[in-house]
């Protein structure tokens, strides 16, 4: 159980027999009446987000979650196979369970897979990862780096904005949050 006072930004909450996430909160203590928190709870597995009022001081449960890094090893169908890197077990994840992140997935990644009640609620890539490109227009002398963007094709089908001097072949990294590039490897 933990109380409404000790709310926190990233705080998991078990109400209605699913996990929200605490995304913000205010501590409101008005002139007259009692203290009340004000909290944006957003569900870890639909993404809907509510605001929900808790008296100061209210316990709720603590959603207990669990954080396993394992290895993605190999696509099996549709279903992306991941092997626990403490107990070498496999897990199998569809590209749902895995999210916008499931396009730039590489053999031998390893990645954070978050469960509660042995469901899987994330997964979590590098912040960053160096892919290949793979197709792009071709780049003329005179690009810039300030002179403007074109797509680009990754090695996993991604497809990015990248600067005019990018050409096919080259290793760039990508920050995997917002899908932008951040530079030559």
Do not use: C
């Not at 199998?92 to 730039?104: A, C, F, M, R």
């Not at 997964?123 to 780049?139: H, I, R």
């Amino acid at each position: 159980m933990i109380s409404s006072n000790d709310f926190r930004t990233g705080v998991s909450i078990e109400l209605d027999g699913t996990v929200w996430r605490v995304v913000e909160f205010l501590h409101v203590k008005p002139g007259k009446g009692s203290a009340f928190v004000r909290t944006k709870l957003k569900n870890a597995q639909t993404g809907n987000v509510m605001e929900r009022t808790f008296r100061a001081g209210e316990t709720v449960p603590q959603a207990n979650l669990e954080k396993k890094t394992m290895q993605h090893t190999y696509k099996d169908g549709d279903d992306y196979v991941f092997m626990d890197m403490d107990t070498f077990e496999e897990a199998h994840l569809t590209p749902d369970q895995i999210g916008n992140g499931v396009k730039y997935l590489i053999e031998g990644m390893e990645v954070n897979v978050l469960y509660w009640n042995d469901q899987v609620l994330e997964v979590e890539l590098p912040n960053s990862v160096s892919l290949e490109v793979t197709e792009t227009d071709p780049g003329v002398k005179g690009d810039t780096a300030t002179g403007g963007t074109k797509p680009a094709t990754l090695q996993t089908g991604a497809t990015v904005m990248v600067p005019l001097f990018i050409s096919v072949g080259e290793r760039i990294r990508i920050d995997t949050r917002n899908d932008s590039y951040q530079g030559r490897d």
